[in-house]
């Protein structure tokens, strides 16, 4: 007696009924449920960070106004110790704080007054002294800004900088 089965049933034998399959409607059932606990998962997620409250950077008295000459600048840790920050005034009498932490690899930033620019060392990165953004280097962002108040002569951190 010839066998009459092709070929391949016998090369790629598959005991039909002991195999399992996932039909359409139970694999679209799957994708539907998956997509809605993905979806439900995200408005959590929302919900959760809805509900954080900001935490407070303290208020910090740097300086009084008339020890900083234009064109000159003051270091300070803020918001906490350990975290570097520089205070700028400029020669409008304005005043500027940023982060001393350069967004690129976290060297340290300093100010040159020949230059009136704020400069990082490690990779030659350049910022304004004005807004803190990227003059010339490789850093992709600006410096993190200080928030600033001035009250009675004395300038204040009041928040901002790097968390």
């Known amino acids: ?6 070929h391949w049933k016998t090369d790629f034998s598959v005991d039909w009924e002991q195999t399992s399959f996932i ?3 139970e694999f679209t059932r799957f994708l539907g449920l998956g997509s809605a606990a993905l ?8 919900g959760i960070n809805a509900t954080r409250t900001e935490t407070t950077r303290p ?5 009084e106004v008339d020890s900083i000459k234009p064109r000159g600048y003051k270091t300070f840790e803020y ?4 975290k570097h920050a520089i205070l700028l005034r400029h020669e409008d009498g304005s005043l500027s704080a ?34 803190g953004e990227v003059i010339a280097g490789p850093p992709q962002r600006g410096l993190a800004k200080i928030e600033l108040e001035t009250i009675n002569g004395k300038i204040f951190a009041i928040g901002g900088g790097e968390g």
């Open 79 to 82: 918001p906490e110790k350990g």
């Open 39 to 46: 979806a439900t998962g995200n408005v959590l997620m929302v």
């Open 1 to 6: 007696m010839k066998n009459t089965e092709p």
């Open 59 to 63: 208020r910090v008295e740097i300086s």
């Open 98 to 131: 940023y982060s001393q932490r350069c967004p690129h690899l976290g060297c340290s930033v300093f100010y040159t007054e020949e230059h009136n620019q704020l400069e990082c060392a490690c990779h030659e990165g350049y910022f304004s002294p004005r807004t």
């Open 23 to 25: 039909t359409r409607r």
